[in-house]
């Protein structure tokens, strides 16, 4: 890319190509200032702060009990077992996910704490780096939680006029009008990325499982073949059928608060399964759902069968982001059975399971 040309150009429709907001670009482009190994080594050092801040955040939303020293090298033991490949994977790549996450994560305890406006700005954060975190503008707007939804959007106002003071409002303009346009030309809805068997998308997922295109391995081959608008459709009712559900409480529990941070664990999980994109490093923002699944485990002595069966479950089918663990081979074939998608789905189940019984006091 030359120096002043728009970012927001397609240079090849063979590749997925994303660009970010220009709010985001802006504050990345400091390390070009560096070289390329000293940018990628404080930008590795930004996420692994990130991503401790993210645990120290998690503890202050969830846990309202002390544990036990036992307890707590339990509980991060057992997560970082699960989700330390998507971790791996996100350093790896040098993707924006772990940033993702500590917005998230950190913008919903200044919520959860009253102070909106603080964790609103942080939380919009998050939707400068993918759109998908915007379903928590439509939680919050059907809880009639209109405060948060209006700061959390005041904030996105803010943030997409902020690059105005550094390159100008008539530039800045022009940026937004293009990084729009550009998601619709880009590469990121073409049916080659959509079918593209690392794309662990619920789009991706659907798509595969029921249109012809699928492979003669598939099982079922010919018993479904839906046209790709009607996989399109199927997508879309499923997805508003997940989003409903985080809704669903016991009536007992309507105003309790531990069930209201299981919905944001339950979104989180949406922000991934919704991503027409989800490559397995988006997977590192099942971490809050798998933080809250693990600690009521431990508080109750792991006797709930059912909820463990769907951790262990959903673990096993994580695996398959280990290239080494299987022959690369059958990983690859295995990814088209989109394996990361039910194992959010199962960690959505299990969350969903903690919802319906109002005796569960996981956060207290």
């Known amino acids: 890319m030359q120096t002043g040309e728009s970012i927001y150009v397609l240079h090849d429709k063979a590749t997925s190509e994303f660009r970010y907001s220009p709010f985001f670009a802006l504050a990345m482009s400091g390390l070009s200032r560096f070289s390329e190994d000293n940018a990628d080594t404080i930008w590795y050092l930004i996420n692994f702060f990130l991503l401790i801040a993210s645990f120290v955040y998690l503890n202050k939303l969830?846990?309202?009990?002390?544990?036990?020293?036992?307890?707590?090298?339990?509980?991060?033991?057992?997560?970082?077992?699960?989700?330390?490949?998507?971790?791996?994977?996100?350093?790896?790549?040098?993707?924006?996910?772990?940033?993702?996450?500590?917005?998230?994560?950190?913008?919903?305890?200044?919520?959860?704490?009253?102070?909106?406006?603080?964790?609103?700005?942080?939380?919009?954060?998050?939707?400068?780096?993918?759109?998908?975190?915007?379903?928590?503008?439509?939680?919050?707007?059907?809880?009639?939680?209109?405060?948060?939804?209006?700061?959390?959007a005041a904030a996105l106002f803010t943030y997409y006029l902020l690059p105005s003071l550094f390159i100008g409002h008539k530039t800045n303009l022009n940026y937004v009008k293009d990084s729009?346009?550009?998601?619709?030309?880009?590469?990121?809805?073409?049916?080659?990325?959509?079918?593209?068997?690392?794309?662990?998308?619920?789009?991706?997922?659907?798509?595969?499982?029921?249109?012809?295109?699928?492979?003669?391995?598939?099982?079922?081959?010919?018993?479904?073949?839906?046209?790709?608008?009607?996989?399109?459709?199927?997508?879309?009712?499923?997805?508003?059928?997940?989003?409903?559900?985080?809704?669903?409480?016991?009536?007992?529990?309507?105003?309790?608060?531990?069930?209201?941070?299981?919905?944001?664990?339950?979104?989180?999980?949406?922000?991934?399964?919704?991503?027409?994109?989800?490559?397995?490093?988006?997977?590192?923002?099942?971490?809050?759902a798998y933080f809250i699944i693990i600690y009521y485990l431990i508080r109750a002595n792991f006797k709930d069968t059912a909820i463990l069966t769907l951790l262990i479950i959903s673990f096993l089918l994580s695996l398959f982001t280990i290239k080494g663990f299987i022959s690369k081979s059958f990983s690859h074939r295995a990814d088209f059975y989109s394996p990361h998608v039910f194992s959010a789905l199962l960690a959505f189940f299990a969350l969903h399971k903690l919802k319906l019984n109002p005796r569960n006091k996981i956060l207290q």
């Not at 200044?110 to 975190?133: N, R, V």
């Not at 346009?181 to 990325?193: A, C, E, H, M, V």
């Not at 073949?225 to 009712?237: K, M, R, T, V, Y």
């Open 62 to 152: 969830i846990i309202r009990a002390k544990l036990k020293f036992s307890q707590m090298f339990l509980l991060y033991f057992i997560l970082l077992a699960i989700t330390n490949r998507t971790i791996l994977h996100t350093f790896d790549c040098g993707q924006a996910n772990i940033l993702m996450l500590a917005s998230i994560i950190i913008g919903l305890y200044y919520i959860s704490q009253k102070q909106e406006i603080k964790g609103g700005f942080i939380l919009a954060l998050s939707i400068m780096i993918k759109y998908t975190p915007l379903i928590f503008i439509a939680y919050f707007l059907i809880k009639r939680r209109f405060k948060v939804a209006l700061i959390i």
């Open 180 to 288: 729009i346009s550009f998601l619709t030309q880009s590469t990121i809805l073409d049916k080659g990325t959509i079918y593209d068997y690392d794309n662990q998308s619920l789009l991706s997922a659907v798509c595969r499982f029921t249109t012809h295109r699928r492979p003669d391995f598939m099982p079922f081959y010919k018993s479904f073949n839906l046209s790709d608008a009607g996989a399109n459709q199927a997508f879309a009712i499923l997805a508003l059928a997940i989003f409903i559900l985080v809704f669903y409480r016991p009536v007992k529990t309507s105003a309790n608060q531990a069930i209201d941070i299981i919905d944001w664990a339950q979104l989180s999980i949406c922000v991934v399964l919704f991503n027409l994109n989800a490559w397995h490093h988006n997977y590192v923002l099942l971490i809050m």
